[in-house]
């Protein structure tokens, strides 16, 4: 078991299922809906991720959002960092910068192509990957060095998390990988696992079962769907993730009501009762950690949601 | 091999514009290959210069100062005679050429990448010249150059039946294919073994190796 810096790590390893958010700083400097949103999660979820320029799309730094949100709200957060848009240097300054911030949990990521963004013309970095930055991470926290052994007069103490996908298709490349940056980087590898969304409940537990041999704790993520829209999007634009087909045609009969809110509070009556389901198969039958759930902009979702399944 | 792509015609004609005696040098080798700079390229540039075109040539290897020098001699006149070289070959070939001549010289075509020939006129990037060669973790299959992120620790999660999702999944996941080269060979031991950060200081440019 590894040690807890974070509340999120300290509940891991008590056992607790654990719920977590996420919030998306956007190309602003007005924060304040963020924070209000990690607000609306106090109580239902112990952090919220942070987003690190999400799709490749240049926004606020997680950083600075992560600070704020946690001065702010009171909310734990998971400060997302990519490989993307840094080189190492950067990358250290911003470790150090997150643990005099008070920041207690990293999830490193490769991140989206810069090809795929908003700023396509961009030089994607990659001087080191996302191995390279839990390895980097730890080796701060384990051995209060930087990469290349320099001491660090007051260390960071943060969890640092990785990314799996249980979508991936083949699941076995994957898999491995997973393995490579925790059993293969020994002391120095990730401390949890958090997932990209899945919708189908036989994903998630083939993929829990296959990783079950890391013995790292892992978060499986999920999406609720604001709209029919939104969930063709999923469906059609990201291969390997779908939605199942009773729930398509679950949103695509939402879609006909004519009243706006009878609407909305359909979409969400349909995701609370799907949702409710799967987190409660994924407590119930599981080793997983918790559920990650990505409502992005969409927190009314989440306090019915963690409730439901909690009373299970 | 050396792939070039030609520059943009308008573009070429102008960074020409200043000059009314143009020499429009090709490469025998590389460029040739690749249609950018060999005699049939360097004539059709001739032909739209008309009358600003002093004269064409294709030097046998830019890139070798020897050969350019030897070359030279063939076309001393017409080079004295000119304002300005284009020069239709790799960006070390035009150096070379610029070097060697002591004329301004100017690229007509864009350098892309050291790859593999396919067939004729269809080259693909295997390798990207990183000065670490890490092929025998990987099947021989070049993550840096294969993966559009240059990931040398297995895959990200942006890949979908093999296929990665830079480019409208029509390329493969390099680290798919590492993955069954690995499994075909027994040797998914490498798979998991992790490469820690690199060191980029070896890439430092500009690069020289003095054998003698």
């Given at each position: 078991m590894r040690e807890a810096y974070s509340e999120l790590m300290k509940k891991i390893n008590a056992g607790e299922f654990v719920f977590t958010g996420e919030l998306e700083p956007e190309k602003t400097t007005d924060l304040h809906e963020v924070i209000e949103q990690a607000r609306a999660l106090k109580g239902y979820v112990t952090a919220c991720n942070v987003t690190d320029n999400p799709k490749s799309c240049a926004y606020t730094s997680p950083l600075a959002a992560s600070y704020m949100v946690q001065r702010d709200s009171g909310m734990e957060t998971v400060y997302q960092c990519t490989?993307?848009?840094?080189?190492r240097l950067a990358l250290v300054s911003d470790l150090l910068a997150a643990g005099s911030l008070g920041l207690k949990n990293v999830l490193a990521l490769s991140g989206d192509h810069t090809t795929l963004g908003d700023n396509p013309g961009a030089l994607p970095v990659y001087d080191v990957d996302s191995l390279g930055l839990v390895y980097m991470a730890r080796k701060m926290v384990v051995d209060g060095t930087d990469l290349v052994g320099l001491e660090i007069e007051h260390p960071p103490k943060f969890n640092i998390a990785m990314a799996g996908n249980p979508?991936?298709?083949?699941?076995e490349p994957e898999v491995l990988k997973c393995e490579r940056k925790t059993l293969g980087l020994g002391d120095y590898g990730a401390d949890f696992i958090q997932t990209q969304v899945v919708f189908e409940i036989e994903k998630a537990k083939t993929w829990l079962k296959e990783i079950e041999y890391l013995n790292t704790p892992c978060i499986i993520g999920i999406f609720p769907i604001k709209s029919y829209g939104m969930a063709k999007f999923f469906n059609t634009a990201i291969p390997g993730v779908s939605v199942p087909d009773f729930l398509m045609d679950m949103f695509k009969d939402a879609k006909k009501i004519e009243d706006k809110q009878k609407k909305k509070d359909k979409y969400l009556e349909i995701n609370i009762e799907y949702f409710t389901d799967f987190c409660r198969e994924i407590y119930k039958t599981t080793k997983a950690a918790g559920i990650h759930i990505m409502a992005v902009n969409y927190v009314q979702c989440t306090p019915p949601l963690v409730e439901a399944v909690l009373k299970a | 091999m050396i792939i070039t792509t030609k520059k943009n015609i308008e573009d070429v004609l102008e960074m020409l514009k200043p000059y009314n005696k143009i020499f429009v040098g090709g490469c025998g080798t590389c460029s040739t290959s690749c249609m950018t700079g060999g005699e049939e390229q360097v004539n059709e540039m001739v032909e739209i210069l008309g009358d600003r075109a002093v004269a064409g040539h294709v030097f046998?290897?830019?890139?070798d100062i020897r050969l350019v020098k030897r070359d030279l001699k063939e076309v001393k006149d017409k080079i004295e005679e000119a304002e300005v070289i284009l020069e239709l070959c790799c960006g070390a070939g035009a150096q070379v050429v610029s070097e060697v001549t002591e004329k301004f010289v100017l690229p007509g075509c864009d350098t892309i990448f050291l790859g593999e020939t396919i067939r004729i006129g269809r080259f693909q990037e295997l390798c990207k010249m990183c000065g670490q060669c890490v092929l025998h973790e990987t099947g021989t299959i070049c993550p840096l150059t294969r993966c559009a992120k240059g990931l040398i620790n297995g895959p990200c999660g942006g890949y979908a039946e093999g296929k990665c999702e830079v480019g409208n999944y029509e390329n493969d996941c390099a680290w798919c294919l590492i993955y069954e080269q690995l499994k075909k060979f027994d040797r998914l031991d490498l798979f998991v073994k992790p490469t820690l950060p690199r060191d980029w200081s070896i890439k430092s440019s500009p690069q020289k190796i003095m054998l003698r």
């Open positions: 490989v993307r848009d840094r080189n979508n991936a298709e083949p699941l | 046998e290897e830019p890139c």
